[in-house]
């Protein structure tokens, strides 16, 4: 399975933009980019996912490098509620079955 | 999530005894998943149900077993606990088994097992 890499933690100011990025170098050509966050005591949560475009919904963006090799996940601006893990994950396409396999993932820590 | 719940949320255990988790959906979703949560290790899939009595390995299914009678519920079993098992266990449901599924997978809340 395709891995990804992601920085062990990040931290930002409320109400400031956060870029969090993923890389995932062995991704192939039927893997979509899935984000999910998991706030403290609480079980993960679907932020977003995409698979060569850029992607907006109300929680945040995706956006993907021309090459898939990366991508960064955009709160445009970070509230405290936003503080927890954030997941990259790769979704293989075929007879995966959805299976999501998470990595450490990045925790986010914001300042009031 | 309102669509799926798990239970017990939280239960202690004596080594060598059988335990069994629920989870339930609302939402006539096809896909269940079971993982499990340990520091360090981040989620990883214990089995997944694509189907009614429909179900599959993933990475660490070793001593656990699942079964899924009815599309609402999804139950894992621990023949026999260990103290290796005491983790938290997430259950998620998801409407489509593609990778491009559009509206992603829905987890619930944990129960934590611990095993003494």
């Known amino acids: 399975d395709a891995k990804t890499t992601q920085p062990n933690s990040m931290e930002s100011n409320e109400e400031e933009p956060v870029h969090l990025p993923c890389n995932h170098s062995t991704i192939s050509g039927t893997d979509y980019i899935h984000w999910y966050r998991q706030l403290p005591s609480q079980g993960p949560e679907y932020v977003i996912h995409g698979l060569t475009s850029n992607v907006n919904n109300r929680m945040a963006s995706l956006a993907i490098a021309e090459d898939r090799k990366s991508s960064t996940l955009i709160l445009h601006r970070a509230t405290l509620r936003d503080a927890a893990v954030y997941y990259c994950?790769?979704?293989?396409?075929?007879?995966?079955?959805?299976?999501?396999?998470f990595g450490q993932g990045t925790i986010l820590t914001v300042h009031p | 999530d309102a669509g799926i719940t798990q239970s017990p949320r939280h239960k202690v255990t004596e080594t060598g005894t059988p335990v069994t988790l629920r989870c339930h959906q609302t939402e006539n979703h096809r896909y269940m998943y079971w993982y499990r949560q340990d520091p360090g290790h981040g989620l990883r899939l214990i089995h997944y149900?694509?189907?009614?009595?429909?179900?599959d390995k993933g990475e660490v299914s070793d001593g656990y077993s699942v079964s899924r009678s009815k599309t609402e519920d999804f139950l894992l079993t621990l023949e026999s606990a260990t103290s290796s098992q005491t983790s938290v266990y997430f259950c998620?449901?998801?409407?489509?088994?593609?990778?491009?599924?559009?509206?992603?997978?829905?987890f619930g809340s944990g129960t934590r097992l611990t095993v003494v």
């Open positions: 994950i790769l979704n293989a396409g075929g007879t995966s079955y959805g299976k999501l396999t």
């Open positions: 998620a449901i998801s409407e489509s088994g593609l990778a491009g599924n559009p509206y992603g997978y829905t």
């Open positions: 149900s694509y189907g009614v009595k429909d179900t």
